[in-house]
């Protein structure tokens, strides 16, 4: 059974955003001048252009100069406070703003919501508002409910950067991941990027969409249908107003035809409280039909990338052999994300001033 | 709106050839030179000057590049552009004397901007500057040790510098407000 579909002609024409170009980039959204920004928050990648993410990606190579030092240490963002403000648990996210902030000079504050007034009942406005009375410029935060950063935005001066907002958005996340990928096989355009696991779930792959179709990837989709948001596809055969316009991407069910000649493999996180919910049969069901094994993984191009956003359950959506392999970039994604979270800090502290 | 020419190329090709001669002169050859132009116009100027001492000298130092963006003090406006390119230095400055290379020296923030930048690198033994134009208006104790051009100018008027390699042309005009 298959969902598959190339997504028809007709949609493709009326899609309002990030329309995936053959020739010429046709994006609705405003052109800035090179080399300028006017984002004051971060909170998802589908109002970036394509020169909006190029700017993050290159102000990120030359964070990766200043993190390969042997001080790592510039003053830029000198008497600028940056505070983490997590309502859920992270490893990789919060350490790396952290580092990205201290590294660039910025004050930086850590909160984590289990241990701050939160518990004692303070709504996320007056939390937001506290912050900024004690001076916080930038606000990165993480928060279990979608489309908490964009409430958290429209009432505080300060930038805020989305860490993660429940099945929603994960910006800095789809940053790194397109950095990366960049940084082993160049421009994406025409490149086969295939996204394998649990979407509805993911904010992860939500992001990645937006920013992948933008730099005009190919995008296919992977999972079962029970993990597939309904409608991703798009509208078929009614005409459906495509103001809330998706963007334009393949959906496969079936894993070794969706990773056959893929340039990139990106698995996702199968979050295990959702075998408890009924969505999926049972983990070994999953394994045996979706894992990312050494046998799939030799369908694709030959040195395809395998990509993760942690943290990983070995044996589960990936092998051991392939996320330890040599096509994995994992440890490298973690790495990059400092530098991404850098150029971001910088940007977002640089162009509002 | 007046614009003059204040160098043709060939002024800024013997202006080049003369700072590489002053530069080698005074440091009696070129051991432990490290050259590091400054972007963007910077690095084509450092590129051609070593380039020369090559040709003189018969021995090329090394060329390193250096972005400011990290190090600046003053916060650019709105929408103007804050992209900054990586710099690359390619050997250890520890103990070398560094020739830092800039198309204009004007108020001296950011050749302090440079200094703080070259300095996270190592501790050089001797920093040295070499413009191509000089303008005036110092804000800063701030002064270069091979100058193309001094220019008289007024805080209002303009200097350009353009390089072949970027411009397409080599030149330096100054554009003067009208009635000034």
């Known amino acids: 059974m298959t969902m598959s579909a190339n997504l028809p002609n007709e949609r493709e024409r009326s899609s309002g955003a990030a329309t ?8 609705t959204l405003p052109h800035p001048a090179p080399g300028t920004w006017h984002h004051s928050h971060v909170l998802d990648l589908d109002d970036f252009s394509q020169e909006e993410i190029e700017l993050v990606l290159e102000t990120t190579g030359t964070m990766k100069e200043v993190l390969a030092r042997q001080i790592a240490r510039v003053p830029t963002l000198r008497g600028t406070t940056v505070v983490t403000l997590f309502y859920e648990s992270s490893t990789r996210t919060r350490s790396s703003f952290e580092l990205a902030g201290k590294v660039l000079g910025a004050d930086v504050i850590n909160i984590a919501a289990s241990a701050s007034s939160v518990q004692k009942g303070e709504s996320l406005v007056d939390t937001v508002l506290t912050l900024q009375a004690i001076g916080a410029d930038v606000l990165v935060m993480r928060h279990p409910r979608s489309g908490a950063p964009y409430l958290a935005s429209r009432h505080t001066r300060a930038s805020i950067i989305n860490a993660g907002d429940g099945w929603h958005a994960h910006p800095t996340q789809a940053l790194l991941d397109l950095f990366t990928i960049q940084s082993h096989i160049g421009d994406v355009r025409g490149r086969k990027v295939v996204i394998v696991g649990d979407i509805t779930h993911s904010r992860v792959a939500r992001s990645n969409l937006w920013s992948l179709t933008t730099m005009g990837a190919q995008v296919v989709v992977c999972g079962p249908p029970t993990l597939l948001p309904v409608g991703l596809e798009g509208p078929q055969g009614s005409e459906v107003e495509s103001e809330q316009a998706l963007p334009p991407l393949e959906v496969e069910t079936n894993l070794d035809r969706a990773i056959k000649d893929a340039d990139v493999v990106m698995t996702l996180r199968l979050q295990l409280e959702r075998q408890q919910s009924g969505l999926i049969p ?49 440890e490298e994604q973690v790495a990059n994300g400092v530098a991404v979270r850098m150029a971001l800090l910088y940007l977002l502290s640089r162009g509002r001033s | 709106m007046t614009e003059t020419i204040i160098m043709s190329p060939e002024d800024v090709r013997r202006a080049i050839m003369r700072i590489a001669h002053e530069i080698v002169e005074n440091n009696r050859g070129c051991k432990d030179l490290v050259f590091v132009g400054m972007q963007t116009r910077g690095v084509p100027l450092a590129k051609r000057i070593v380039d020369c001492i ?19 003090d003053d916060l650019p406006d709105q929408g103007l552009n804050i992209e900054i390119k990586p710099s690359d230095i390619p050997t250890n400055i520890a103990g070398k004397r560094v020739v830092l290379v ?24 001797r920093i040295q500057l070499a413009v191509l134009v000089d303008r005036g208006h110092r804000e800063l104790p701030i002064r270069a040790d091979y100058v193309g051009k001094n220019i008289p100018t007024s805080r209002q008027d303009e200097v350009q510098v353009r390089l072949l390699e970027i411009d397409g042309s080599d030149g330096v005009l100054l554009t003067t407000a009208e009635g000034e």
Request: charged residues 20%.
């Open chain 1, 20 to 27: 995936l170009a053959q020739e010429p980039p046709t994006s």
């Open chain 2, 54 to 72: 090559a040709e003189f000298e018969g021995e090329s130092p090394p060329l390193g590049t250096l972005d400011i963006g990290l190090y600046r």
């Open chain 2, 102 to 125: 800039d198309d204009v020296l004007y108020t001296g923030r950011s050749i302090r901007a440079a200094l703080d930048a070259l300095i996270d690198y190592g501790r050089p033994g």
């Open chain 1, 282 to 330: 049972s983990i070994r069901e999953y394994c045996n039909l979706y894992q990312v094994t050494e046998e799939r993984l030799a369908t694709a191009k030959p040195g395809a990338l395998v990509l993760h956003p942690g943290p990983v359950n070995e044996g589960v959506e990936i092998s051991l052999g392939v996320a330890h392999g040599a096509q994995s970039v994992i």
